[in-house]
C-alpha cells in the first residue's frame, strides 16, 4: 500500500501558475503509476492527468498545453505543473496511485490509492 499526500495548492490570479507535489511512501514508488484528478463543488470528480512508470503522460483535453505531469522516482514524488490558470481550474486537486496503466486510464475508479486533496482556487 502507498500514502499520498498533496501540497503546493493556493490562491492565485488568473494567468498565473502553481506546482502542485504529491508526496508518496509506504512502497516502492517506482511501480506506480500516478494520475491527478480535480473536483469542484457539485461537480464529479473528474481526470486531469497520468503518467505511468515510463512513456507517455496523458491529459484532459481542458488541460492540454496548460498543465504539465512529471515524477521524480528519487524524492517519490509526482508533481504538477500549473501554468496559464484559469477560473474554472478551482478545484480540490486529488493525487491518485496503482499499479496498472492503460492508454486511457481516465476514470477515478481505476485508481486504487488517494490523498485528501489541495485546494486550488484561481480568482478572476
Known amino acids: 500500500q502507498v500514502q499520498l499526500v498533496e501540497s503546493g495548492g493556493g490562491l492565485v490570479q488568473a494567468g498565473g501558475s502553481l506546482r502542485l507535489s504529491c508526496a508518496a511512501s509506504?512502497?516502492?514508488?517506482?511501480?506506480?503509476?500516478m494520475g491527478w484528478f480535480r473536483q469542484a463543488p457539485g461537480n464529479q470528480r473528474e481526470f486531469v492527468a497520468g503518467?505511468?512508470?515510463?512513456?507517455?503522460?496523458l491529459y484532459a483535453d481542458s488541460v492540454k498545453g496548460r498543465f504539465t505531469i512529471s515524477r521524480d522516482n528519487a524524492k517519490n514524488t509526482v508533481y504538477l505543473q500549473m501554468n496559464s490558470l484559469k477560473p474554472e481550474d478551482t478545484a480540490v486537486y486529488y493525487c491518485?496511485?496503482?499499479?496498472?496503466?492503460?492508454?486511457?486510464?481516465?476514470?477515478?475508479?481505476?485508481?486504487?490509492?488517494w490523498g485528501l486533496g489541495t485546494q486550488v482556487t484561481v480568482s478572476s
Open positions: 503518467i505511468p512508470r515510463s512513456g507517455n503522460t
Open positions: 491518485a496511485a496503482d499499479t496498472s496503466w492503460g492508454p486511457e486510464k481516465k476514470n477515478s475508479y481505476e485508481y486504487a490509492y
Open positions: 509506504g512502497r516502492t514508488f517506482s511501480n506506480y503509476v
